[in-house]
């Protein structure tokens, strides 16, 4: 069996359709097709059944792709082990959410790249629910999340550093004045919001109907700068995490509003597959990161 196929398959399965797999991979759809169907012609099994428009695993191919991953593992293994002592190679798949993507983890990065110019760094940014998943799955080989703290049976946990929420305003908004925020009184306020699914957006939306305050007014983004942009003109009000907003504060674009609760707060953490084989260049990121926070 040609291990490319392996390749096709996987993308497949991650990207849903057989157009976006050619595209990143460069093949003809038909090319796609046929890679596919020689793989289901070898084990004698459908691989995948078309549900609206996107292709689906079927069961058989959910359990072909858990094999799969563990052999694109242990070529990624020999491939670490058998340069020992010279360049280290291979690829780290990475999944973050953005606010940790622009404000957090590019200097690792660098400094990974900079050690080992010839290790390929995936860099994925997606929602916390999503990344979990995608760790679980193999799709990331760690990911870095802002989220309530990650108790997954499957996973490793490596808690970094609590990470602060702030709600912020236009600058001279009424409600800045005050010595304590009290939550109704967003009841009458526009809320600017990140997408549906992220962290710390259901950490508020949860906290506000515990509370019995009902929003009318939401606009949501999922682009950080469009939320904070908003804000400073004076569009509405936004929660998010304080090291996405220190520059503009310090500006004087947005204010922060009198607001702490015991309950807003996220925490930004590491979490990789308990069973994974942990590559050197794979530690020696989780040991760059992880000695910041001591």
């Known amino acids: 069996m040609d291990l490319k196929l392996f390749e096709t398959f996987h993308e497949v399965a991650k990207s849903g359709s057989y157009t976006k797999t050619g595209e ?5 759809q038909s090319s796609v097709t046929t890679q596919i169907k020689k793989i289901e012609d070898y084990y004698g099994v459908k691989l995948f059944e078309r549900v609206g428009q996107r292709m689906r695993l079927t069961s058989s191919g959910e359990e072909l792709l858990y094999y799969t991953k563990q052999v694109e593992d242990l070529l990624d293994e020999a491939e670490i082990r058998l340069s020992e002592g010279s360049s280290v190679r291979g690829t780290i798949r990475i ?3 953005e606010s940790l993507a622009a404000y957090f983890i590019t200097p690792y990065i660098k400094l990974l790249k900079t050690r080992h110019p010839d290790l390929v760094i995936q860099l994925e940014a997606g929602l916390c629910p999503n990344l979990k998943q995608g760790t679980v799955d193999a799709n990331f080989d760690v990911a870095i999340l802002l989220d309530r703290y990650v108790n997954h049976p499957s996973l ?3 808690p970094i550093r609590e990470e602060e ?3 912020i305003a236009p600058p001279n908004h009424p409600l800045s004045k005050e010595s304590h925020l009290d939550l109704k009184a967003l009841a009458a306020e ?9 962290s710390y957006r259901t950490l508020f939306e949860d906290l506000l109907r515990e509370e019995g305050v009902d929003i009318q007014s939401v606009i949501s983004f999922t682009s950080l700068e469009a939320i904070k942009q908003c804000v400073a003109d004076g569009l509405g009000i936004a929660l ?7 520059q503009e504060l310090k500006q004087n674009k947005v204010v922060e509003l009198p607001f702490h609760h015991e309950k807003v707060m996220l925490w930004t953490q590491l979490v990789y597959q308990k069973k994974k084989w942990i590559t050197p260049p794979i530690q ?4 760059l990161i992880t000695d910041q926070a001591e």
């Open 284 to 287: 020696e990121l989780l040991t």
């Open 24 to 28: 990143a991979l460069g093949y003809a």
């Open 240 to 246: 998010l995490p304080k090291i996405t907003v220190e």
């Open 95 to 97: 999944g973050t959410v």
């Open 156 to 158: 490793t946990t490596i």
């Open 165 to 167: 929420l702030v709600l």
């Open 190 to 198: 526009t809320l600017i919001l990140t997408e549906k699914g992220c």
